[in-house]
């Protein structure tokens, strides 16, 4: 009788585990759109082009229609870094009023609004940075310091392009200093070309709002030596499982 319990409850257990294993990749699925950073294999010189022809082959590429591409890697050292690199193929000028966008969700709290805790970073003419943070509302500028990021942009060919287009590159902390990411964290990334105003603002994912955090993508990590594959609720059912035949086995020693 104790024995068809105890198989009674390990399986509604399993069942209820299993059920938000699958409620957490549901909600996942439910993300406008994901990627991956993988681990670093080349560490790339933050000076706004290729350095190498291998410095980011290391990253997953991910385009912006058909005129950007960006690339992120990741590796620890006293933080966590990622470091991107974004190339905008068709923008050949240097006008005042080009820009980049780059949004951070570090926690994924969403909304329809900026959030406290939700940073923007803007680079405008390929020379001035400002940040921004989120109020509940709308996004205030904010003054952060210089050791917040490395970032350097230039007008230069690259592998994956023989014509010279601007080149936008940057690394941050993942744990350290004010934005803080989590181990996969929402972003959103958008362009302008001024001289290209038709094109408007195309962004990743397609059709996001830099305004509704909810539209984001999500920034999933990968590591051959750090996997990240397992998800939260697989990791509990596996522990469940070691929990389980470990108390059977105990009770069975207990008998003999």
């Known amino acids: 009788m104790i024995r068809k319990k105890l198989c009674t409850l390990t399986t509604v257990?399993?069942?209820m585990l299993l059920m938000v294993?699958?409620?957490a990749i549901n909600c996942v699925l439910a993300q406008a759109a994901e990627r991956t950073s993988y681990a670093t294999v080349v560490t790339p010189t933050i000076d706004g082009m290729w350095t190498s022809e291998d410095e980011w082959t290391d990253g997953e590429e991910t385009?912006?229609?058909?005129?950007?591409?960006?690339?992120?890697?990741?590796?620890?050292?006293?933080?966590?870094?990622?470091?991107?690199?974004?190339?905008?193929?068709?923008?050949?000028?240097?006008d005042l009023a080009d820009r980049v966008d780059f949004c951070i969700d570090g926690d994924q709290s969403g909304g329809s609004a900026p959030q406290?805790?939700?940073?923007?970073?803007r680079i405008s003419g390929h020379t001035?940075?400002?940040?921004?943070e989120g109020d509940g509302t709308t996004w205030i500028e904010k003054d952060l310091d210089e050791t917040?990021?490395?970032?350097?942009?230039?007008?230069?060919?690259?592998?994956?392009?023989?014509?010279?287009?601007?080149?936008?590159?940057?690394q941050i902390p993942k744990n350290g200093g004010t934005v803080q990411l989590g181990i996969t964290w929402n972003l959103?990334?958008?362009?302008?070309?001024?001289?290209?105003?038709?094109a408007g603002r195309p962004s990743w994912p397609e059709g996001s709002d830099q305004d509704v955090p909810?539209?984001?993508g999500m920034e999933n990590y990968s590591s051959d030596t750090i996997p990240e594959g397992l998800s939260f609720g697989v990791l509990v059912l596996l522990s469940s499982a070691a929990v389980i035949v470990a108390t059977v086995g105990l009770r069975k020693r207990s008998k003999n």
């Open 128 to 132: 001035e940075l400002v940040w921004y």
């Open 63 to 94: 385009m912006i229609g058909d005129v950007v591409a960006f690339r992120s890697t990741w590796d620890m050292g006293d933080f966590v870094m990622t470091r991107w690199i974004i190339e905008f193929f068709t923008d050949t000028t240097e």
């Open 214 to 216: 909810d539209t984001w």
């Open 148 to 170: 917040e990021i490395e970032w350097a942009t230039s007008l230069s060919e690259s592998p994956t392009e023989s014509t010279p287009h601007w080149i936008l590159e940057f």
């Open 116 to 121: 406290e805790g939700d940073f923007r970073f």
């Open 188 to 198: 959103r990334v958008s362009v302008y070309d001024s001289s290209n105003a038709l």
């Open 13 to 15: 257990a399993f069942l």
């Open 21 to 23: 294993s699958v409620g």
